[in-house]
T-cell receptor, first 115, second 116 residues
């Protein structure tokens, strides 16, 4: 799985868009980008994933650059409840059955949403 | 509501007293897994299960046991807990049809265990 790099922390004002970057310059063609978040001491929560096209769901949007070497998670209207550590991970989309798909998070980005 | 539940949420116990942390999911997921999370060490996988009666060790299985007799349940057993098992524990589950579905894991709320 490709290595990812995220800023350690970011601040955002409540109601504004939060844009969280992730660098994955060694990503290969069959690897997806996934985002999770973990609110303090709660279980990690899946947010969104994508391969090459931009994706949107009820939680967030994911913008992947054309060369796929970086991506941005966008929370369009951040609230105080979005304060959490956000993790970007890259995983292969094609793998033989029987693999253990344990999740390994890096240090992530601590997003603090301020009132 | 689709969810993974864990019980208990908080537990303080003493060294050597056997305990079980239960995990249950209502999404008919085949894959289930236990993680522990410690400051500075991130998530580490303890055991996982690909389906009923199929379990295997993760990265830190010592001191733990699991069983998967039913699809929905995946209890974590500490036969003789020690202070170094003090941690925050998470159960997770997912479908296993594809690498993408396996990576979309649903996590429980966590069990904070303290072993004195």
């Amino acid at each position: 799985d490709a290595k990812t790099t995220q800023p350690p922390s970011m601040d955002c004002a409540e109601g504004r868009a939060a844009n969280l970057p992730c660098n994955h310059s060694t990503i290969s063609g069959n690897e997806y980008v996934y985002w999770y978040r973990q609110i303090h001491s709660q279980g990690p929560q899946y947010i969104i994933h994508g391969l090459k096209n931009n994706e949107t769901n009820e939680m967030a949007s994911l913008i992947i650059t054309e060369d796929r070497k970086s991506s941005t998670l966008i929370l369009p209207h951040a609230t105080l409840r979005d304060t959490a550590v956000y993790y970007c991970i890259v995983r292969a989309g094609q793998r033989s059955g029987g693999s253990n798909y344990k999740l390994t998070f890096g240090k992530g980005t601590l997003l603090t949403v301020n009132p | 509501e689709a969810q993974v539940t864990q019980n208990p949420r908080y537990l303080i116990t003493v060294t050597g007293k056997k305990l079980t942390v239960t995990c249950s999911q209502n999404m008919n997921h085949e894959y289930m897994s236990w993680y522990r999370q410690d400051p500075g060490l991130g998530l580490r996988q303890i055991y996982y299960s690909m389906n009923v009666e199929v379990t295997d060790k993760g990265d830190v299985p010592e001191g733990y046991k699991v069983s998967r007799k039913e699809k929905r349940n995946f209890p974590l057993i500490l036969e003789s807990p020690s202070p170094n098992q003090t941690s925050l524990y998470f159960c997770a589950s997912s479908f296993r049809q594809s690498p993408v579905s396996r990576t979309k894991q649903f996590f429980g709320p966590g069990t904070r265990l303290t072993v004195l």
